[in-house]
């Protein structure tokens, strides 16, 4: 019943290079599934929603190309990555640094015949005194961070995801983010980028032997162990190994007493001002060279010990590779990571990535990348064709005070209201058309129930 918006199938047939012909006939469909379904998003509801009528699970269905389209098809998800990166890429960041975020997040999934499932420890459910567990498929995402025009606000578009597994032997989240950078390295070779991940990515996995081209900023644990960035020379007749690192240095938490101490003259706070999380906060910060021998070994590094001087913000410790950056840049370029929160929130309640019942490694593996790279897909078309429309400045004019734009709801609200604009058009043209075409407006709307 439904067919692709034009400007979306624009960014939908630049996809070719990725799939066979009937797998991308079939992806286009179940594009259109998923932005069109109105009930839960299992599969089977997806795929009803394609025709937009029900379909009875006592008599033989017809969507086993659908099915297999994720447990069967020969398309890769590196593949799939690539050219979904090409196209956000050039379009929203075509020159400058590639400014990517990194961070885990968890699908929730009951049944232990799941293939990947385990127990991961859930941020979201737990608190300062009691750390929750839940039983998840754990996927690490590398997202895309563009600026949403007109305004200061950061907007995430997920470009890579690996399911982390548990158990002994198993790459680290590190890991995973390591491998996905190297994707996005050989994609663009001659570009810059800057990377942004919390505590879990400082690890060695990762950072050791990080790219030159690649500068990062990540937050850093509260005891970890710094030395000077100056070796001391190896006085003469001195028995013993070299040194390979300077003295060592107070840990950022300690650091944070002695400036409040405030009698050494090295360790003093400073006052600042900086755009983060949406709007211009006080900060006290303490700035300082140091090496992190267990993670960068011998690559030096900045440290930004902050403290948030308004209420809801605590005091962190951050760093970063890039030497003569401020203490503002830092901590505005890692307010920018909570954007793929938002992102992630959207994937779960908005597009309902949770919610298929799927079991085989290869439906796994590949449906929740998908989705998360679609919704990318959904966002540029918005970005760059869909709030030109006459439609979108309609329904932009009828926003509530609470509502943006930029949200995925409104998106799909608009991608829906120009499939059944386009569905009208194309079959007005007598009145028996438009007898058939209320009967399956009215059979879609029946699928809500």
């Not at 650091?255 to 906060?281: C, L, N, P, S």
């Amino acid at each position: 019943m439904w067919s692709v918006v034009p400007s979306l199938g624009v960014c939908l047939q630049e996809l070719l290079v990725v799939f066979t012909q009937p797998s991308l006939a079939a992806h286009c469909q179940i594009v259109v599934g998923w932005l069109m379904c109105l009930g839960n998003r299992t599969e089977f509801r997806v795929f009803e929603a394609i025709r937009g009528q029900r379909v009875s699970r006592r008599l033989r269905h017809p969507f086993d190309r659908f099915y297999n389209f994720f447990s069967r098809s020969a398309w890769r998800v590196g593949d799939l990555a690539h050219q979904v990166t090409r196209q956000v890429v050039l379009a929203l960041q075509p020159t400058g640094q590639v400014h990517l975020i990194v961070d885990a997040t968890l699908l929730h999934k009951s049944g232990h015949s799941v293939w990947g499932i385990g127990w991961f420890h859930d941020p979201v459910a737990s608190t300062e005194k009691r750390a929750m567990t839940a039983l998840a498929n754990k996927w690490v995402v590398l997202a895309l961070a563009v600026r949403i025009p007109g305004t200061q606000k950061s907007f995430c578009l997920p470009i890579h995801a690996m399911l982390q597994q548990s158990g002994p032997g198993q790459p680290a989240e590190a890991e995973l983010a390591r491998r996905m950078l190297q994707d996005v390295l050989s994609w663009f070779p001659n570009r810059q980028i800057l990377l942004v991940g919390d505590g879990g990515f400082s690890a060695q996995q990762l950072l050791r032997a990080l790219d030159q081209r690649v500068r990062y900023v990540g937050l850093m644990r509260s005891d970890a162990a710094l030395h000077e960035t100056q070796v001391p020379p190896r006085r003469s007749r001195h028995q013993g190994p070299t040194p390979k690192y300077g003295p060592r240095l107070p840990s950022p938490c300690q650091v944070a007493e002695r400036a409040d101490q405030g009698g050494d003259q090295r360790w003093q706070w400073q006052t600042i001002e900086v755009d983060a999380y949406g709007q211009k906060r006080r900060f006290q910060v303490c700035a300082f060279g140091a090496l992190w021998p267990t993670v960068f070994g011998q690559r030096p590094i900045q440290v930004v010990v902050c403290r948030s001087l308004d209420k809801g913000y605590g005091q962190v410790y951050l760093y970063t590779t890039v030497l003569e950056a401020t203490a503002a840049w830092v901590i505005a370029t890692y307010a920018r990571r909570t954007a793929i929160e938002g992102t992630f929130k959207a994937s779960k309640q908005v597009l309902e990535i949770q919610k298929p019942q799927h079991r085989c490694r290869q439906s796994i593996e590949k449906l929740a990348p998908w989705v998360w790279l679609m919704q990318s897909l959904v966002a540029l078309w918005y970005l760059t064709e869909g709030r030109r429309l006459p439609d979108a400045r309609a329904a932009r004019r009828r926003l509530g005070p609470w509502e943006t734009e930029w949200s995925y709801r409104h998106m799909m609200r608009l991608f829906r209201r120009l499939t059944i604009r386009q569905a009208i058009n194309a079959k007005s043209h007598s009145r028996h058309d438009l007898h058939r075409l209320a009967n399956q407006l009215e059979n879609y709307l029946y699928l809500a129930a």
